[in-house]
């Protein structure tokens, strides 16, 4: 009893002789907390951040060469077209950089009505689009409306969800095709989407860690 009496009183007269409660103590190093948070989120700042998750966003006019169909053959009877050229033109948003004429696809590109996934088209410079399925809008012997859903990739841009509505006409012996590529188009929120930062999640982390212990530290010696 006389030892618990007396280590009670050394703590007394230590806090008294320091000039300090452990109300005010805590009080301190909860300021010196925030101020280190408050610098490492400063310089954190300063460093170039890649937690930003870019989306490609535009649209792209598509054109083609066409192609020539045996006599009797028409676009209702015949599931499989071989296009000689598509090829893309100046389009808007992230396609604006796009040259006239600028060729996506090997000379004989084979679009087949009866499989619409796997369908793909584009280069690097370009990007790639490629279809997870699709359906046709509307079908005669002389008109076709295809609508394609899929992804768009192209390098330093994230997958981004895209159609492709393309359009085949019949006139005599030949098949002209047209269609419009659309990359993102129904986000509505134009090409960046903000993401936490995880090296100002950590510090955070870090000097919310340094608070709960030190309360806990205060909790014990109370």
């Known amino acids: 009893m006389q030892l618990s009496g007396a280590h009670s009183d050394n703590r007394q007269v230590w806090s008294a002789s320091s000039g300090f409660s452990p109300h005010v103590r805590t009080g301190q190093f909860l300021g010196r907390c925030?101020?280190?948070a408050l610098v490492v989120l400063t310089l954190l700042g300063f460093l170039p951040s890649y937690s930003a998750a870019v989306d490609f966003y535009g649209s792209?006019?598509?054109?083609?060469?066409?192609?020539?169909?045996?006599p009797g053959v028409d676009l209702l009877n015949s599931d499989q077209f071989y296009l000689a050229t598509v090829f893309g033109n100046p389009g808007t948003d992230d396609f604006g950089s796009v040259p006239y004429f600028m060729i996506l696809t090997p000379e004989d590109w084979l679009i087949d009505i009866s499989d619409l996934s796997g369908l793909s088209l584009g280069t690097e410079e370009f990007g790639t689009f490629t279809s997870t399925t699709g359906n046709v809008v509307s079908r005669s012997s002389e008109f076709m409306n295809v609508e394609l859903i899929g992804l768009f990739e192209r390098t330093s841009f994230e997958d981004t969800a895209a159609t492709l509505h393309f359009a085949m006409t019949k006139t005599g012996q030949s098949v002209s095709w047209s269609g419009t590529l659309?990359?993102?188009?129904?986000s509505g929120t134009g090409n960046v989407v903000?993401?936490?930062?995880?090296?100002?999640?950590?510090a955070?982390?870090?000097?919310s860690l340094l608070v709960l212990t030190r309360r806990h530290r205060n909790r014990s010696v109370a």
Do not use: Q
């Not at 903000?194 to 950590?202: D, R, W």
């Open 34 to 36: 925030f101020g280190v």
């Open 194 to 202: 903000p993401e936490p930062n995880s090296g100002m999640v950590a």
């Open 204 to 207: 955070m982390g870090f000097i």
């Open 60 to 70: 792209d006019p598509l054109g083609s060469t066409g192609l020539n169909v045996a």
């Open 182 to 186: 659309a990359v993102g188009m129904n």
